[in-house]
Every structure is written in structure tokens, then in C-alpha cells.
């Protein structure tokens, strides 16, 4: 009952506002072009973004309220917050069954640092690759009771573990140089579960570019290969390659008739960065957590 009374008193504060402001507009119009000549130049003023906001506003309060709400074309939802896709391209198909990215880090001189990342139930196989300059690499994998878990299998950079259990890991990293300059780690797993993204102007739309326009704000859009069962997806992370600091993060929402069911936005690549990578992630069946990521070019 507060909650109602609440919000039809938000409800009335726009309706006075817009209403006030109209009372203004028509008693001191005549008021206001008093102060300018007929040849002085005046500045074009377009729609404020707030009357969008507004009007999706006073669709929630009346939603809430049990009213029925028509939302304007290309929305649905019970807030008209679900865009609608004018033209559905269907997803590529994928194999069922290969080696996905889960993430890649980029350590530093000596490769110092921890990494954590998750290992999804539908996981089969997981492979690390670290790749240095210069020296030998010491690899040591800790799950999330604290055991250390030997690789299976250990050449040169590259480290595999058969049917690891699922959970989230730690891995530390550190070779014998006082000369490695850099030390790129990639973790992969072998399974059917994954992720694909893409960039389009509007959230209406289906067909995309596997990067970004130069310096033009546009929406994520998703699509998760072989979720199974309660299995979901969450969000949308998005980094500068070479770098661990996250340049845009958003939970994905869902859309009506997409190919890609899930969007995000907008983001714009910085002018002086060519190269990203995306981070998607989710809850699988069991209720692990899954991770899934690429890299992507702004052109």
C-alpha cells in the first residue's frame, strides 16, 4: 500500500511539473520575447533525452500499478524495456565440441601475479599457455579447497589437466629470469558450452560486425551456444588487450526475436586502442559459474 501511495505521488510530481511548465510557457511568452529583437539569432533547441525518460518512467508507475501499458514501437516487456528485432539473422552453427577461450591475462616482469578464473561442469579438458620471452616457466594450479593440482601433461609452455572438477582456480605463475618482460597466459577448456558477440548501431538490430566502428557508440549483442537446461547468462566484460582493467561492464538483458537474444550498451573504443577482447559470463546447470572470451578489433 505505501509502495502504491509512493508511487502516485511520483506520478503527480511529473504530471505538476509538465503541467507547470506549460502554464509558464503560455503566461510569460510574451514576457520573454520582450527582451529580444525580431532579427536576433536564436538557437535551435531539440527534445531533452529526460522526455524519453519520463514517459518510460510514468509506463513503470502505471505498470506497477496493474495498468496496461502500450509501449512505442520496437519494445516489449512489462516496462517496454525488451527491444524488438525488425529482422532475426539466425546464429552460425558451431562444433558441439572443442577448445573455447575462457580468458587470457597478460602478467608482467616475472610474470608476477595470481589469476582466478572459473572452470564450468560442461569443462572436459583444460589447457594453459604461457608464453614469455626469455626463461623457465614454474606453473602451480590451486582449486577452490586449496589443493594443488598437477598437470597431466607439461611441454614447454603449454600445461593440460583430463576431466578437472569444476570450481574456481588460481593459478600462480613465475619463471627463473630477471628478463622476462612479458608473460601472456591463455586458459582454454575443451567443451560444448559457448559465447559469441558482435556491435550494431540500435538494439533492434540483428546483423553485425565481429568488431567495433572507430569511435561510434554501439550496443553488445550475445548469443550463448548450448546452454543446457537452468544454465544463464549474466554479463558482458570488455578490456583492452594487453591490459587487466576492465573498459566496460554491464549485465546482459534479453531481446524479443533476436538471433542473439542478449544486448548491452553502448560502448565506444578509445580512438588510441585497435585491439579488445570480450568477457561473457554465466551460471551453467549445476551452478557453476562459465566464462567465455575473445578478442575483437576496432576498425
Not at 536564436?42 to 525518460?53: G, H, P, T
Not at 616457466?137 to 601433461?153: K, M, R, S
Amino acid at each position: 500500500m505505501q509502495l502504491r501511495l509512493l508511487l502516485v505521488l511520483c506520478l503527480f510530481a511529473i504530471i505538476f511539473t509538465q503541467t507547470d511548465a506549460n502554464l509558464l510557457e503560455h503566461k510569460w511568452v510574451d514576457v520573454f520575447k520582450s527582451f529580444f529583437k525580431s532579427d536576433d539569432q536564436v538557437v535551435s533547441v531539440k527534445d531533452s533525452s529526460l522526455d524519453d525518460q519520463y514517459a518510460r518512467v510514468k509506463r513503470s508507475i502505471y505498470a506497477s500499478m496493474g495498468a496496461q501499458v502500450n509501449c512505442e514501437p520496437g519494445f516489449t516487456g512489462k516496462f517496454c524495456e525488451t527491444p524488438i528485432c525488425t529482422n532475426r539473422v539466425p546464429p552460425s552453427d558451431i562444433d558441439d565440441i572443442q577448445y573455447r577461450k575462457i580468458d587470457q591475462f597478460f602478467l608482467r616482469q616475472g610474470c608476477a601475479g595470481n589469476i582466478t578464473f572459473p572452470l564450468d561442469s560442461e569443462s572436459q579438458h583444460l589447457t594453459i599457455q604461457v608464453a614469455v620471452n626469455e626463461g623457465n616457466i614454474n606453473l602451480t594450479l590451486t582449486d577452490d579447497q586449496g589443493i594443488v593440482v598437477p598437470p597431466n601433461l607439461a611441454v614447454g609452455g603449454i600445461f593440460a589437466w583430463n576431466q578437472p572438477h569444476p570450481g574456481i582456480y588460481q593459478l600462480n605463475v613465475r619463471t627463473d629470469s630477471l628478463n622476462t618482460i612479458y608473460c601472456d597466459v591463455t586458459v582454454e577448456t575443451e567443451t560444448n558450452l559457448e559465447a559469441d558477440v558482435g556491435f550494431v548501431d540500435r538494439p533492434h538490430e540483428d546483423a553485425f560486425e565481429k568488431g567495433i566502428a572507430y569511435n561510434t557508440p554501439q550496443y553488445v549483442i550475445v548469443h550463448p551456444y548450448f546452454l543446457n537446461g537452468s544454465a544463464t547468462i549474466k554479463a558482458v566484460y570488455i578490456y583492452e588487450n594487453n591490459r587487466d582493467h576492465t573498459r566496460f561492464v554491464s549485465r546482459l538483458q534479453p531481446r524479443f526475436g533476436c538471433g542473439y537474444e542478449y544486448y548491452a550498451g553502448e560502448f565506444k573504443c578509445d580512438p588510441t586502442m585497435t585491439s579488445y577482447r570480450w568477457v561473457v559470463e554465466g551460471i551453467d546447470y549445476k551452478g557453476y559459474l562459465w566464462r567465455r572470451s575473445n578478442s575483437f578489433a576496432c576498425a
